[in-house]
Structures are given as structure tokens and as C-alpha cells.
């Protein structure tokens, strides 16, 4: 059975950072992508950032290129998002993900668009984080 479980929530102010944890137990994520999908209050989940199992993909949304960074570790059993020079639009519940293929999210990317919510099979309970001004 899938499992992933969020750490690193938390309150910050504006322009500081935070690093969230994502541990991943109970399936094979070798050749599908895991990242972080973000819901703030009154607002749609959103994706944030993917990367690929070997770390070789990696994709941001605009809202946070420059700022948030997506890596692993080399067990392969974690992910990490660190979040820099955070702002108050960053508030939301950030959700861990996994199970995208790699090839739906390249041609989503192709055609203009961002990976969805229904591209990935697995989610974590979600972890806030809160950006005051």
C-alpha cells in the first residue's frame, strides 16, 4: 500500500523559507514522477513542482521558479521541497504526489498546459504552510 507522509509545515514571514519533507513507502515510483500540489483557502489544488524518479526531470511552475527547488534522496524514498523567499500567495496545504507518467506530463507541458490533479494516483494528507506579510 502506497504511503506518503508530509513534514515541515509551519508559519513563517514573508521572505523567509521552509523545507518540506515527503516519505514515500510502499510502492515502485521507478519510471513515474512525484512532486507537490498546493490548495489555498477558497482556490483550486495547483501543481507546484515534479521531478522524475532519477532526478533528471524536474519542472516548476512559474509562480515559484527561482524560489522553490524539488530534489531526492538516494534511496529514492524521499522528496523534498525547499521553499525560499517565500510570500503570502505561497500560503496553502502542500500535498505530496507520485504516480504520474512521465510521458503525460511532457505532452501536457508540449500542449501548453500544467500536469493535473488526475495525472497523479497517490497523495500525501497535506501540510501547511502559512506566509505572513
Known amino acids: 500500500q502506497v504511503q506518503l507522509v508530509e513534514s515541515g509545515g509551519g508559519s513563517v514571514q514573508a521572505g523567509g523559507s521552509l523545507r518540506l519533507a515527503c516519505a514515500a513507502s510502499?510502492?515502485?515510483?521507478?519510471?513515474?514522477?512525484m512532486g507537490w500540489f498546493r490548495q489555498a483557502p477558497r482556490k483550486e489544488r495547483e501543481f507546484v513542482t515534479g521531478l522524475t524518479w532519477s532526478g533528471d526531470f524536474k519542472y516548476y511552475d512559474d509562480s515559484v521558479k527561482g524560489r522553490f527547488t524539488v530534489s531526492r534522496d538516494s534511496a529514492k524514498t524521499m522528496v523534498y521541497l525547499q521553499m525560499n523567499n517565500l510570500k503570502p500567495d505561497d500560503t496553502a496545504v502542500y500535498y505530496c504526489?507520485?504516480?504520474?507518467?512521465?510521458?503525460?506530463?511532457?505532452?501536457?507541458?508540449?500542449?501548453?498546459?500544467?500536469?493535473?490533479?488526475?495525472?497523479?494516483?497517490?497523495w500525501g494528507q497535506g501540510t501547511q504552510v502559512t506566509v505572513s506579510s
Open positions: 504526489v507520485a504516480g504520474a507518467r512521465l510521458s503525460d506530463i511532457v505532452d501536457a507541458i508540449a500542449a501548453g498546459g500544467r500536469p493535473e490533479q488526475y495525472d497523479f494516483n497517490y
Open positions: 510502499g510502492g515502485n515510483f521507478r519510471g513515474y514522477l
